[in-house]
């Protein structure tokens, strides 16, 4: 199979890329700086070459403030290729968020989550053939270039210790290799819109504890208005034929592995 992969140089991308090429699968990547973006006809022309498209490729930093620069590429930059997918009729899995749900209200908090609503929409109205998987918190090996955007595991465990919001903050944190999966097996469907994470709601404490770390918590008035407070991924919205392998124990398990190797 030929495919069409955005953002390899990001976390997501990278991996997977690297599951699609180990497949045996050839892939056209198409990153920020390619002159495929600048080349709309070379981009069609490998649109129309390839068997799917996994458009994983996104500015991710949801502190971000400017909503010309987030919205050029999270979402001009989508409909641009969603509607060459629409013309010559390929499937598209495509990386949305679970910033879109917001505070559970489904309105993003931030231009981050608007960006990728936007998108998602388009893409859905678009395209025959559209799969979005709405992440939840990613975390595990290869996020290491992301800096202050790489999963709070990722910070603590380098950092040795690490300050903590309160515990009535939750998030569903998934590893990444059931991201990886999840990519995989959306591109064998047709269409919707799925949640990807763990199901489960786990503390900012469960997450650190889990990579052996030791942390104090912030007071609450530090925390950002933007800020969501709890994220939780529904299994009744999960894809058919998939689901996550592991708990925030196995896969902080996992991630002290590679770390340590």
Known sequence: MKYIITGTQGFI????????????HYAWIV?????????????????????GIFHIGAISDTTEQDPNYMLYWNYTTSKILFDLARKYNKKVVYSSSAANYGDGNGIPNNIYGWSKLLAEEYGMKAC????????????GPGEEHKDKMASVAYQAYK?????????DIKRDFVYIDDVVHANIHAMTLERGVFDVGTGTAETFESL???MRVPYELHSADKIPKWYQYFTQASES?????WSPTYSVTQGTKEYRKDLNK
């Open 13 to 24: 991308g990278k991996a997977v890329l690297k599951a699609t090429q180990d497949a045996g």
């Open 159 to 167: 950092k040795g210790k690490f300050k903590l919001f309160p515990g």
């Open 208 to 210: 650190v504890g889990g």
């Open 237 to 241: 919205k999960f894809m058919p034929g």
């Open 31 to 51: 990153n920020q700086d390619s002159n495929y973006w600048r080349d709309v006809i070379g981009l069609e022309e490998i649109v129309q070459m390839c068997d």
């Open 128 to 139: 025959e053939r559209f799969v979005a998987l709405r992440y939840f918190n990613v975390y």
